[in-house]
């Protein structure tokens, strides 16, 4: 019975009045949080601050998107820039279309900038923000569902995908590769997890981790779909890609282990830790402490010898009681 099969939406658009709510742009927005909740917790308990990772966020958010969209646009150049295709339509993100290695590519620059900036190892940030970037593409994939876009071969399974008939696609139901992704990445993102508590991952490699499994799948998955792609002998682009990087990915997991092994002891410096902790008030309450100090050794009374003298270091102590200098002694060894 087809009551079993997966539908699809009617359209992935509801409009608000004049305003278009795209289901595609929410399944990013929603993947951005995620990604970025979840990487603060992580962050927090390697000992940094809260808000650094949002902060980072705003440098490398952008800058993957940019280059999801370019990735897309490059490799599939055909659908805007061919005979009858208008060009404009590559600035329409909001119908589809980043490629996620052009995402993290590019979103690294961004994320590098903001690590710069705040002197902290771009390694450790990837390391936290690894999980939450696997959900994120777990989140993000359902906006292809809205959109009836890369699905897979037709199927007769009982959790195939209805797609209805419109440009570029046929009617008909299909392996829903959107979903064996968004799947395949929440595994990823708790196999990162655990291995991260249990190998006490450190300087990047829980990031390649996360790049080799998601290649694993991305490698499997992508051969399933049927939407048109470059090939190189006889395989997908991105399969060719997946493989590439996967294979970088284990051998950085393997060279990095042996060159440094462990984790970084501090990921946020302390200096800029504390001072954003006290702020200004810090440095004014030294201040105070110091004019206190100078009052106390410059300007205190013959009396009040023996009180400055019992915050005497104990040699000042001893220098005091041989030469019998007093009041001299202690505010010399103040």
């Known amino acids: 019975m087809d009551l079993a099969f997966i539908p699809s939406p009617s359209t992935g658009v509801i409009h608000l009045g004049p305003i278009p709510l795209r289901g595609y742009a929410f399944c990013i927005i929603i993947g951005v949080f995620v990604a970025v909740w979840l990487g603060n917790k992580r962050w927090i308990a390697r000992g940094g601050t809260a808000g650094t990772v949002a902060d980072i966020a705003v440098w490398a958010v952008p800058f993957g998107l940019v280059g999801g969209r370019l990735y897309h646009v490059i490799t599939d150049y055909q659908l805007y820039f061919s005979e009858g295709e ?60 809205f959109n009836q876009e890369l699905y897979g071969k037709p199927t007769d399974l009982p959790w195939g995908l209805e797609i209805s008939a419109g440009a570029n696609r046929v009617e008909g ?13 929440i595994g990823v993102a708790l196999l990162v997890i655990w291995a991260d508590r249990r190998f006490t991952l450190g300087h990047g490699r829980a990031f390649a981790l996360y790049v080799a499994a998601y290649c694993a799948g991305r490698g499997w998955i992508e051969y399933m779909r049927v939407d048109e792609a470059h090939h190189i002998l006889g395989l997908r682009l991105n399969v060719w890609t997946a493989i590439i990087v996967g294979l970088l990915a284990v ?16 990921v ?11 702020g200004p008030a810090a440095g004014e309450a030294d ?23 019992d915050d005497v270091p104990a040699e000042g102590v001893k220098d005091k009681d041989k030469d019998g200098a007093g009041n001299g002694a202690g505010a010399g060894g103040r």
């Open 287 to 309: 201040k105070a402490a110091e004019d206190v100090d100078g009052a106390s050794a410059g300007d205190a009374a013959p009396g009040d010898a023996e009180a400055i003298a």
């Open 86 to 145: 208008n060009w404009v339509d590559a600035f329409k993100i909001w119908e589809g279309g980043l490629g996620i290695w052009g995402a993290i590519a590019l979103g690294a620059v961004g994320a590098w900038i903001g690590c710069r900036r705040r002197g902290i190892p771009l390694p450790a940030y990837a390391d936290a923000i690894a999980p939450g970037i696997a959900l994120a593409q777990a989140v993000g994939r359902w906006g292809n569902w």
């Open 251 to 266: 051998a950085y997991i393997v060279i990095s282990a042996k060159v440094r092994p462990g984790r970084e002891e501090t």
């Open 173 to 185: 139901v299909y392996h829903p590769t959107f979903l064996y992704e968004s799947l395949w990445c």
């Open 268 to 278: 946020e410096p302390r200096k800029a830790v504390d001072g954003e902790k006290a």
